[in-house]
Structure formats: C-alpha cells, structure tokens
C-alpha cells in the first residue's frame, strides 16, 4: 500500500506562489498516473491536476495557466507549482492516484491559505 506525504503549504499573500510536494512510499508510485485534489471548507473534494507516468498533465480550467503539475520518479515525489494564486485557492491540498478504482489511502493534505 502506497503512503502519502504531502508538505509545502502556507499562509501566502494573492498574487503569491507555492511549490507542494507529495512524497510516496511504494514503488508502485512511479507506475501510476498521480494527481492532486483540493478541498476548501464546506466543499466536496475536486480535482486539480493530473500527471501519467510520461509526463503528460491535465487541469482543472480553475488552474490552468496558474498551475504546473510535475513528478520526479527517483524520489517517488509529485509537485504542483502553483503560481498566481487567489483566495478561492485556499484548501485542503491532497495528492492520490488519479485512477478513481485504484486509490490509495489519502494523507492529512497540506493547507493552502491565500490571503492579505
């Protein structure tokens, strides 16, 4: 079973940026599309973005242009850049299989604050 870390969350001012990190333990990791997920209170959890194991990626329209999505196998870890950020960027920030069937246990995320 695949264990997840993620780190990298902050209070951070609008127009600011964050870099997360999603660090896995399981080899399994690296064979696997990842992608990380966004839950702000009182909200359902949605998606963010999305990366295949060849490095192709995929974004929520909220994100696109602000966000980048990337993965380094040798260290089992998923990033997500994420520049231009806006209030309604403040969440709860997970990462996870992005197979719906295939999930793994989810992690404690990281918060993400965006204000002034």
């Known amino acids: 079973q695949v264990q997840l870390v993620e780190s990298g969350g902050g209070l951070v001012q609008p127009g600011g940026s964050l870099r997360l990190s999603c660090a896995a333990s399981?080899?399994?990791?690296?064979?696997?599309?990842v992608a990380w997920f966004r839950q702000a209170p009182g909200k359902q959890r949605e998606f963010v973005a999305a990366i295949t194991t060849s490095g192709n990626t995929n974004y929520a329209d909220s994100v696109k242009g602000r966000f980048a999505i990337s993965r380094d196998n040798g260290k089992s870890t998923v990033y997500l850049q994420m520049n231009s950020l806006k209030p309604e960027d403040t969440a709860i920030y997970y990462c996870?299989?992005?197979?719906?069937?295939?999930?793994?246990?989810w992690g404690q995320g990281t918060q993400v604050t965006v204000s002034s």
């Open positions: 996870n299989s992005a197979s719906k069937i295939s999930r793994w246990n």
């Open positions: 399981g080899r399994i990791f690296n064979f696997k599309s």
